[in-house]
């Protein structure tokens, strides 16, 4: 039996996502997202290391990339500009992914323990930005700052993408978002 | 005997700060704070609800503080302004306390669980905003986009003020961090 066989995984992914929709996240078992999937606890345990690995696999290795490109972003690139390339990549990587990140989102609403999740999911992706920031020398203060504003500006681009996913690609969402957050600073009072 | 006790209340926050500081806020349980304090569990409990509160308690109504303030802001006020107004108020609120701030953060700084608890206090902070926001007629999508920024001017400032309390006060390190962001736009690649 192969080690990897991705359709047992989206297999198991699909059964978990139906049931965590049907039911709630915390009333499903691992038995049942098997028994929906046809498939054994054996199998599971190959693909995801728990229930709630079901629901984030594939979101881990965001962080790196993210601060991959930004350390590998053209050293010419402002800090600034360097993040949105960074945002530029990841959303290359989830562009054919709005259906399933939809239910994924609908899946985390609904529970406070996947909020709290995700919100640690949110602070891993903003260390590492920040690290990379520092790495192209900026002061490490800064770079904090502008890594939260990054992971911000994502998350919002990231749920107007997947409220109209057919509209605008993620890509521009991001610049969207980025380009709405530049200019409130601009705004003065009337 | 006052259920208002302003020095209970303060001893019993000094004995568990020493003690968190001391041995790791995981290690230290209320029987050991009050003991320390040289009260009882019975004067405790009038206080906080649990070992987590008593690190806490105090910043619970910093949301309010903000929603309220981003409301009652001069309606002239651009979004971003009015935000920036709300965190002056948090500002002042905090501005003869960065002792124990301090203290605080050393003691949420080495623990994973208090960690998960300040960003989930951050969340509610960002809710807080966002609804304000909304109420000025700010779109959904952006109000939370400005909140969730507003928050990362002030973690920055926050921290910056923490680090150097005496050199400049924790208003001017809000307009600081935000200024600071707000040119982080304006730069082009070189």
Redesign the interface.
């Known amino acids: 039996m192969p080690r990897w066989d991705p359709e047992g995984e989206s297999r198991l992914r699909e059964a978990a996502l139906q049931l965590f929709l049907e039911r709630g996240y915390e009333n499903v078992t691992v038995a049942e997202i098997t028994e929906r999937a046809g498939l054994t606890r054996r199998t599971f345990s190959r693909y995801f290391a728990d229930k709630r690995d079901v629901l984030f696999a594939g979101s881990d290795e965001l962080p790196a990339v993210i601060g991959d490109r930004i350390r590998t972003a ?1 050293a ?6 360097a993040v949105l390339a960074a945002l530029d990549a990841v959303a290359e990587r989830l562009a054919d992914q709005a259906a399933i990140a939809a239910r994924r989102q609908a899946v985390v609403r609904a529970s406070p323990e996947l ?2 999740r995700a ?2 999911k949110f ?1 891993v992706a903003t260390d590492a930005a920040a690290d990379a920031l520092r790495s192209r020398g900026v002061p490490a ?2 770079a ?3 890594a ?2 990054a ?3 994502f ?2 681009a990231f ?2 993408w997947l409220n109209a996913p057919a509209e605008v690609s993620l890509r521009d969402r991001v610049r969207e ?2 380009a ?3 200019s ?7």
């Open positions: 053209d010419a690139l402002a800090p600034m500009e909020q709290e919100l640690t602070a203060s800064t904090t700052l502008l939260q504003v992971i911000a500006i998350r919002t749920e107007r978002s980025a709405e957050l530049s409130s600073f601009g705004s003065q009072p009337s």
